[in-house]
Nanobody, 123 residues
Framework: QVQLVESGGGLVQAGGSLRLSCAAS????????MGWFRQAPGKEREFIAA????????FYADSVKDRFTISRDNAKKTVYLQMNSLKPEDTAVYYC????????????????WGQGTQVTVSA
């Protein structure tokens, strides 16, 4: 069974940057797509970004487009989320997820999830 472990979260001032990492371990099965989601207190989990296995296709939520960049290193079984120009409204727990079938913006299409990493952006 594949496990996903996020890291890189923390506290940052508005306008700052963070890079999240998500490392996969366990069975060496490649996900067709990897995604990042986030959930703020009292809110539903929302889609942030996704990337295909080859890295040739990416999706972004409008709220993070031009500020966040998703990438992956298949040799390291790791996906990254570079977050720039962070805003207080980006504060949330960030989750990575893997999908065995195809790239998607829908959380229900993802098969494996990490435990999440907290990102807090102060004003």
């Amino acid at each position: 069974q594949v496990q996903l472990v996020e890291s890189g979260g923390g506290l940052v001032q508005a306008g700052g940057s963070l890079r999240l990492s998500c490392a996969a371990s366990g069975l060496s099965i490649s996900f067709q797509a990897m995604g990042w989601f986030r959930q703020a207190p009292g809110k539903e989990r929302e889609f942030i970004a996704a990337i295909t296995r080859s890295g040739d296709t990416t999706f972004y939520a409008d709220s993070v487009k031009d500020r966040f960049t998703i990438s992956r290193d298949n040799a390291k079984k790791t996906v990254y989320l570079q977050m720039n120009s962070l805003k207080p409204e980006d504060t949330a727990v960030y989750y990575c997820a893997g999908c065995y079938f195809s790239i998607s913006r829908r959380s229900e299409d993802y098969n494996s999830w990490g435990q999440g990493t907290q990102v807090t952006v102060s004003a």
